[in-house]
């Protein structure tokens, strides 16, 4: 099983539509929890941190659950520069080390 | 945020050739990471690199085939050596950065795209 699991997509939207991202980790003992966002051919950037008690950053939405391991991203209103490839990333109980899910694709359409 | 560079941005090798990756980052950083990122794949971390000491490698990658340096706290290098078709990848290395809520999180430089024929 993988560390960090996430369902590859592509979720093909229409500008203006809401659309959810899961994503599970097998460590419970895990730390924090990041969504980074990938454009074709680009490094990762960080998107924004998630905790449990759930955090907003304009459209974007990010929520923890500890208890089901269990990470999620919110995007509403989408726009066309949404499309990218969201990544879940991990950090380990006491480790610096990062782990990344394979990423969900987003493409959003005219 | 660190600012991360990366050289050569892109090379085209012939196998059993060796590229050497730099990486700068614009702040002194303790640890500095290296990644490889294969085509259609996520990050998989390759080795810290660690200043002063050995790099500490992960499960399935040796100091003989990614020789690492990192000579002062700003500055890593990455060789693949003796590359092969299967090193064709992108490697991105990494610095970590504290966000204001404290958690540890990590930035990445713009990445080598390496292709080897």
């Known amino acids: 099983r993988k560390e960090v699991e996430q369902d590859p997509g592509p979720f093909n939207v229409p500008e203006g539509a809401t659309v959810a991202f899961n994503c599970t980790y097998s460590?419970?003992?895990?730390?924090?929890f990041f969504w980074y966002r990938q454009d074709c051919r680009k490094e990762p950037k960080l998107l924004m941190s998630?905790?449990?008690s759930g955090n907003e950053d304009g459209r974007f939405t990010a929520q923890l659950n500890r208890a089901s391991q269990y990470i999620s991203l919110l995007i509403r209103d989408s726009k066309l520069s949404d499309s990218a490839t969201y990544l879940c990333?991990?950090?380990?109980?006491?480790?610096?080390?990062?782990?990344f899910g394979s990423g969900t694709r987003l493409l959003v359409r005219p | 945020s660190a600012v991360i560079s990366q050289k050569p941005s892109r090379d085209i090798c012939q196998r059993g050739t060796s590229l050497t990756i730099q990486c700068q980052v614009d702040?002194?950083?303790?640890?500095m990471f290296w990644y490889r990122q294969q085509p259609g794949q996520s990050l998989t971390l390759i080795a810290t690199?660690?200043?002063?000491?050995?790099?500490?490698?992960e499960s399935g990658f040796v100091i003989d085939k990614f020789p690492i340096s990192r000579p002062n706290l700003t500055f890593s290098t990455l060789t693949v050596s003796n590359m092969s078709p299967e090193d064709s990848s992108i490697y991105l290395c990494s610095a970590p950065y504290r966000l204001a809520g404290g958690s540890d999180t990590q930035y990445f430089g713009p990445g080598t795209r390496l292709t080897v024929l």
């Open positions: 990333v991990v950090r380990g109980d006491s480790s610096y080390k990062l782990i």
């Open positions: 998630v905790y449990s």
């Open positions: 460590n419970s003992a895990s730390q924090s």
């Open positions: 702040s002194q950083v303790t640890m």
């Open positions: 690199a660690n200043q002063g000491s050995e790099a500490t490698y």
